[in-house]
C-alpha cells in the first residue's frame, strides 16, 4: 500500500534528493505553488483558480506517522486509511478491546477516543526562500563548510518563522539547490478515533492481495481534531460527492508523497540495483522471517506484532517491484537515453562547462555510498540493534550532548524546529511488548555480527561476552526505559548525569556513537553534501535547456497529481476501473473464506441490507507514491469522490519513472464508504456528517 | 524437524569431513561395525550382540530422497515419518485426489499406490578398503592429482563390487582419511503408499511448533516394498513392542544421519559462523519469502508450493539456531580448549612434527571456501538459475560430456555407480508446475544479478536483454524439458545433437558450465582435498592421543545411537518427556483451531473413541541430526517404541557439539500411532499387521 514506509532513515539514504523533470501525459506532482494550469485547461477543459487552491490545499492533511488524510466536515472530522490510522488505532487497544481487529464507532462525541501521539499538520503558506539559503554557500566552501553554512541558515530561518508566527516552520529542499520554500503548518495534537471498520475489512486480501488488483478494501478511517478539548471548527473542508466518480472522469489527488528517485542520474540508480534494494531487501527479508516466526506462535504474538509486520510486508513488496523495474532493460535505457541527451545539451553549450562533470562527481559519492551503506545501516540506522529501546537511549543520549551547542550546528533531529515532535515520539506512552522486543534485538545483533564481523571491537564491546539471545534478554530484562517518567528525567540530564545512570542501553549506544556519528558524518558530508552541489548544478542547467514547467521530486509535502479513472490491460486481459461489494464475497468464497480472505462477521450477517452493485475500489492514472496514502481523490469542484489507499503491482515503478500504460493508482470510492458505514456499521450519524444531512 | 536437507549442495558446502571424536554421557552416532559395547553394559547393562546389530542393520531402510525408515512386518511393510514420504505422497495427489492434505488408507494390497521416484536402500555388508584406497595417494602428488587418484580407485572398487554382487556400492570416507569403508546396499523401486494421516495431523503446530516441545504430531507414514509384483518377504523386520516406553528407560535408534561438523575445526567453525550460515541464511530467507507470497496468492498455488515451502521453513529453522549455537561463547569456547589441547599435544610429541600445520592449511583453506561460496552456490549449486528445468538441463548436458570419460575421471553424480539414481532423478514423472517455476527463477535471476552484479558478462548472457521476470517467463514457456521422453530422448544423444536441439535451459547451462565446472574444480581441489589431507593428518594423530573408543562425523549411512527417555528444564521450569492425545486437543483451543493449529476433520469426529491419555509424542537424550527423521527407536529387545521426528530447538547445536542438558530428540511414541490408526483411521488391518495380530 502506498504508505509512506517507516524504515525512514534507509529510504531516505535510498532516495533524497529533488530534481525538476519533464512531464509526460498525466504525470507529476506538482507544488501547490505551481500546478500547470495551462496543461489542466488544454487536455482536460479544467482551470483551479487561486480560491480552489487554497481550499484544497488547506482542506488537506499530513498524518506526520507517513501519510495523508483531509478535513471532510466542518467539525473537524479527518478522513484517512484505516493503513495510515492503524498505529494510532492498535495504540488504543489492548487484549480486551481489540480496535484494530474489531473495528470502533463513536456514536457520540464523548464517545470519541484520544490518540496517542497522533499529529497532523495543515500547510498555512509556502514562502520561496532560495535566495537567503544560497547566499550563504561561497565560492571555495568545503562540501563540510558548505553543508554547515546552510543547516545554520535553514535553522535560522526556521527558529525566526516559529518564533514568529508560531506555527511548525520546515524549509524544503526542492528541485534540489533550484529552490529552498518555507512551509508553514498548523500542528493538531488532540486528534481523537471516531471510526475504524475491522483490519480484515480494511486490509480485505491482506498481503497477498497488497498492490494487486481487483481489490475490495474498506481502507478507511475517520479521527476528529479537537482545539481546548473541542471540535476544531474547520475553515476548510472537503464536500462530499453526492455522485461519485466515473470512467475516463477527470479526478485530482492532494496529498504527501513521500520520496521519489526520478531526478536520480544513471549511476544513481545502478547503485540502487547493485548496492541499495539488494541490501534493503536482504534486511527485510530476515526481519520479515523473524516477525512471522514470532507471530505465529500465539493469537496474543500475532496482535502485538500484526502491525509492524504488516509494515515490512508492505515495504518488501514495494522494494521488491523496484527491483524488478531497476532490473527492467526497457526502464533503465530510457533513463540512459535521457540522460545522454540532457549531458550532449550541456556539452555543446559553452556556458555549461563545469556541469559536465557533476554526473561524474554523484558516481563517484555513489560509490563512497556502497562502502558506507552496511556500516551505517547497522550503527547509525540502528539495525544491528533492533528495538525500540535502542532508539529511546540514543535519543536521550544525544539530546543531552546535542541541546548545549548552537541551534545551527546540530544533528538535524535536535534542532528546536522539531522538538515537539521529538519529544512526542520519545515521551510516547505506546506499549513495548518486551518478548517481542527480545526476539527484534537478538535477531539485529546476529546481523551486526554477520556483518560487522563477530570479531570487531565494537561487536565484542556490544555483546559483553554473551550470545545475541542471552545478551538481548538481559538487556531488556535490565532496562528501565519502558517507564514514561524514566525518559522524562533523563531528557533533562546532563551528559554526566545520564553516564551515572548506568541505563544498560544508554551504555550500548555509548558504546558506538563516535562510530556511529562518524559514518553520518561522511555520509551527509562526503555523499549527500557532494551530491547536492552536483546535482544543483544539473537542475540549474536542465531548467534552461528543458523549460521551468516542471515539478520536484516528492518530499512529503502537499503535491496536487491528476488523472483519470481508468482500467488497463494485463495478459491480454482488460482490468476493468470499478469493482462492486459483490467481488469481495466472491473472492472470499473462492478462499474458503480463510484469513486472509475472511469476512469481517458484521460483513456476513448483513450482506443481505448492501446493495451488491455498490462501487467498492476504483483504478486511476494520477501518478501517487508512498505517503500518498490517506489522500483524497476530487472531482473539479473539490469534492470527495475516493479515497487513494494503494498502487497496483506495476505502479511499483513509479519511483523512477511515471507512466501511464499500466500503472495505476488504486482507491477507495466513496459511495462505497458510505454504503457500508450506514447498512453494515449502522453509523448514520457519520454518514449523515460527512453527506451534509446532518 | 530431523528431515535430511534437501539443500543438498549446499549442505555439502557446510560440512562435509568426518572426524573421530571422544565420547561425552549417552554421545554417538556409532557404525554399526564399531558400537561401544562396553559403554553401553556399563552404563546400561546392555551389550547388543552380533545377532542383535545383524537384525537391526538390515531392519533399518534409507530413504534416498532423505530421511530413515524400518522394516516393520513379514510382508515388506515400511515405517517412516509423514514429513519424509511427503514428497512421495505429494507426486501422487493432484487437486481431485490431495492424499497430502487429507490422508491416505488402502485397506486391501491392490488399493496401495505404486510410488513415482522413490528408493529404497537397505544396508547388507559394510567392508574395510582403506588400505587399498590410500595406498593411491603417494608423496608428493598435488592435491588435484591425489584427488583423481582417489576418485579413481573409488569408482573402481565400487563398479567391481556392482558388477560381483548386484548391489548398490559406495565406498564412505569416514575419520576422514582414517578410514573408508565399501558399504553395499540393497535396493527396492517399487515401493506403495499404505498409509498417510492428513498432513496437518502429521505437522500439527506447522512452523511456529516445529523444533519445539510440547508436541502433538502424528508424523508417520507406511508404504510397502514389493519385489516382481509381490510384497517383499522381509527377512529382518522390527517387532512392535506391547507396552511401548517408560521414563528413564534406555532407547537406541538406527538411523542416518545425515551430515554433522563435529570434528570441524575452530578455523572451519569461524567459517560457517561469518560466512557459510550468513550466507545460507540470507538464501533461504528470499526464497521462503518468495514461496511464500506465492502460496498466499490462491489455495492451489498452496498446494503446488507447500512441499517445498516446508523444506524452506525447517533448513531456516535448523540454520537460525545452528547461527545462535555459533555465537554462543560457551559452546565456542569449549572447541577452542579442546583444539588447544590437541594442538599442545601434538606439538609435545616429535612424531607429529608436521601435524601441527594441519590447523593452519585448513584455516588456509577457509579462506578459499569464503572467497568462493558465493560464486560457487549461484553457479555451480545453481541458485541463480532456480528452477528445476535447470538442473535437468545441465544434467543432460554434462551427461553427454561426461559418459565418454573414463569412470574413474568422470563428475562424482556420473560415475557408473550413481547411474541408477541419476536417472530416477532425471525421468522423474513429478509434475513441474510452471506458474511455481517462474516465481522461483525470477527471484533466482535476480538474485544472480545481486550476487555476480548486474554486469557480469555471464549475468547479461543469461538474461539477454531481458529483465528477470520476462526471462524466466520466456524460458519457462519455450522449454520442452517438462515433457520426460524428451529428456529420455537427450539423455542418449551426443554433445552435438544436444546443441542443435535449442533447447532454452540446455543452452542456460552451456553459457554458465565453463565457470561453473571451474569453481567446482578449484572447490574441490583447493578445498576439499587441502582439507581432506590436513584432516587426515589430525585424525591420525588424535587417534594415536585419545584412543580409538570414537565415532565418525555423520555421512547419511546406517548409525546406532543412543539415550533415556528424559524431559529438561526450560526457564526453571520441567518439561515432562511425554504428551498425551488430549494436549493436542487443548492447544488447538488455545488457537481457536486456526491454521496450522486446526484439527483435521476426522480428529473432530472421532475424539469421543479416542482414549486421550494414551502417550503421543516423547523425548530422549539419544544423539540425532537431520537424515534420522524416520528412524525406529526401539528397546533392548530390538521392538519399536517409537518413531525419531524432530529434535528440540536446543538441539539444533548438535551439529557441531553433543550435550544431554537440555539438547532432545522427539519422537512419535509407538502407542500414540496404534491408538489413532484404530479410533481415528479405521485402519485396524494395518494396526493388526503392525502388532503381529493378524
Redesign the interface.
Known sequence: MMRMEFLSTLVALVAVLGLPMCIYADEGMWLFNNVPKDYLQKKHGFTPDDAWLDHVQKSSVRFNSGGSGSFVSADGLVMTNHHVGADAIQKLSDEKNNYLRDGFFAKTRDKELKCVDLELNVLMSIEDVTERVSAVVKEGMTPTEAFQARNKVIADIEKESKDKTKLRSNVIPLYQGGQYHLYRFKQYTDVRLVFAPEQQAAFFG????NFEYPRYDLDVTFFRVYENDKPLKADHFLKWSANGSSPGELVLVSGHPGRTSRANTVAEL?YL??TGF?FL??RL??W??SLS?FS????ENGRRAKDELFGIQNS??ARDGG??GL????IMQRKISNEQTLRAAVARDPKWKDVGKSWDIIAEAEKKRAKLIRPYTMLEAGAGVNTAYFSIARTLLRHAEEKDKPNGERLAEFRDSNADSLEQTLFSEEPIHNDLEIVKLADGL?FL??EL??SHELVQKVLA??????RAAELITKTKLKDVAVRKRLYKATSDEIKAENEPFIEVARILDAEARKLRKTFETDVEEVKRQAHSQIAKARYAIEGSSVYPDATFTLRLAFGVVKGYEQDGKEVAPYTEFAGMYERSK???N???FDLPARWVEKKAALDLKTPFNFLCTADIIGGNSGSPVINKKAEVVGLIFDGNIQSLVLDFTYSDEIARAVSVDSRGIVEAMRKIYGADELADELTGKK
Open positions: 491482506g498481503d497477498p492481495d545502478e540495483r547493485d539488494p531487501l536482504q527479508y530476515r520479515e522471517t516466526v505465529d506462535r500465539s493469537a518488501r513488496k527491483m524488478a532490473l527492467d532493460p526497457k546476529t555480527c554477520n564481523g563477530y561476552g554473551k550470545s545475541p539471545r542471552e473462492e478462499h474458503n480463510k484469513e486472509p
